[in-house]
């Protein structure tokens, strides 16, 4: 069974997920741990639990949720995956990073990539990859099926959707896919956003006054 430790890191509040199971083995979503309080919060929870990362993935790559990319990369030497088109983003992190206060160095690219339909494997568990731009080119969701668990960076919050004014955002595109992508999930499936609480397909169906 999976098991879900969130921590909330950076003055941008991102949510960095670490997802494991009873084999040890973890995939770490969204390392935004930028300072070294942050880091060692997370290098703490991993060697208390006795896990070992096997995966950095990445939703996409605004630079508020590939901070910490750099660090688990060296930390644990294990491979980062996430889309082709993010690759934009990572390029040209230390810009971005300054327009927003933050500064960081050139950022590890990805070993490589993954799209719609393709399947991460970790320990004894699976998550289905989707495609899902219109927040910023190359958004992914992370959907584990047998649970269901959806990882889905900023394309879906509680009551609201990600931003569509920035680089790569276009917002009917963003709407649309949330509908014919993530809408037909289960009504019960568990959704992990990027920024704030945890919400679920149903409510959002219901609630969500963007999308219902």
Known sequence: ???????????????????????????IIDPACYDDKEKFILVDFIKKENLEPVLLLSTHGHIDH???????????????KTHKDSVFFIENAREHAQAFGFEVQDQVKPDGFIDNGDIVSFGDQQFEVIHLPGHADGSLCFYHIEQKLLFCGDVLFKGGIGRADLPTGDY???????????????EDVRVFPGHGPETTIGYEKSNNPVIS
Do not use: A, H, R, W
């Open 1 to 27: 069974m999976v098991k879900i430790k969130t921590f909330v890191f950076s003055p941008l509040q991102v949510n960095t997920y670490l997802v494991f199971d009873e084999s040890g083995k973890c995939v």
């Open 66 to 80: 590939i901070l910490g990319n750099n660090f688990v990369i060296k930390e644990y030497n294990i491979p980062f």
């Open 172 to 186: 009917n595109k963003l709407i649309s896919n949330i509908n014919e992508k993530l809408m037909v999930l289960p």
